[in-house]
């Protein structure tokens, strides 16, 4: 029988803040008892024995004890500290992104163990996928669809007839697409493209390595990336601070 005082578990850590002299409040998610919070006490100190395994984004095997207020990170094993990832800084603040998104999206205490593993697979793919922004556009469907803010995507949401391969059109307060007969009776609607379209469907019921063998224009990278931005900022109701990172490094990479 598990003993309640303690708790043994797979975790991705998402978030760290610094409390007291020398400890730190880590976020991490886990498959089963979805995200917990808990003080690893001593970590900021130099030979913290605890440190180099809750660094964010690692994949860890930690021993949690149970607190009248907070619980404590006792032990934690590395199983992949995401080495790769976390050595260029386009890519480990992507990583920071999924991170901040599972941080909004996932609640404490409620196993979903999809969402988890969805977590592991694409921050391990970050590492060396070609392209970065399919992996993410991926995440963030599956997320979605994981957590239940889908947006209908073969349907028009007002009507309910099957969307035609035209110029359709979005709209996140409705919770999805809207055929051209129907785009007058919502708000915040932009257009979304058939290839948009196409993809989005994709990937919500592919695997992660089809998703990676997309081929997308600039054009279209940029349209799947502002509609989800809009969808997630409305869900959200605020932004998330990774994306102004992101941002900001995507200006710095233009060509002048």
């Not at 992104?97 to 979903?112: I, K, S």
């Not at 391990?124 to 889908?150: I, Q």
Request: glycine share 6%; proline share 4%.
């Amino acid at each position: 029988m598990e003993n309640p005082r303690f708790r043994k578990t797979e975790a991705i850590v998402l978030r760290q803040l610094p409390i007291g002299e020398a400890d730190r409040l880590v976020t991490l998610y886990t498959p089963y008892a979805g995200k917990v919070r808990a003080v690893a006490r001593g970590a900021r100190r130099a030979k913290s024995r605890l440190a180099g395994h809750i660094e964010l984004l690692t994949r860890t095997r930690v021993f949690v004890t149970r607190g009248r207020n907070l619980d404590h990170i006792s032990q934690a094993e590395t199983l992949n500290g995401n080495i790769a990832l976390r050595g260029d800084l386009w890519r480990t603040t992507c990583g920071l992104y999924l991170a901040e998104l599972v941080d909004r999206f996932g609640q404490e205490e409620l196993e979903n163990v999809a969402l988890y593993r969805l977590l592991r697979d694409c921050l391990e793919a970050l590492a060396d996928a070609p392209d970065t922004a399919l992996v993410l556009r991926y995440f963030e469907l599956r997320m979605l669809s994981v957590v239940g803010f889908l947006p209908e995507l073969r349907h028009c949401v007002e009507c309910g007839a099957q969307l035609a391969p035209e110029t359709n059109y979005f709209s996140p307060a409705v919770g999805g697409v809207l055929c051209p007969s129907c785009r007058e009776r919502s708000t915040l609607v932009r257009p979304i493209s058939v290839n948009a379209l196409k993809v989005l469907r994709l990937f919500v019921g592919a695997n992660l390595g089809t998703a990676c063998d997309v081929r997308l224009s600039e054009e279209l990278a940029v349209e799947l990336d502002n509609l989800m931005r809009q969808y997630i900022r409305y869900v959200l109701e605020r932004d998330l601070k990774s994306t102004e990172f992101l941002d900001l490094l995507r200006k710095q990479q233009l060509p002048a």
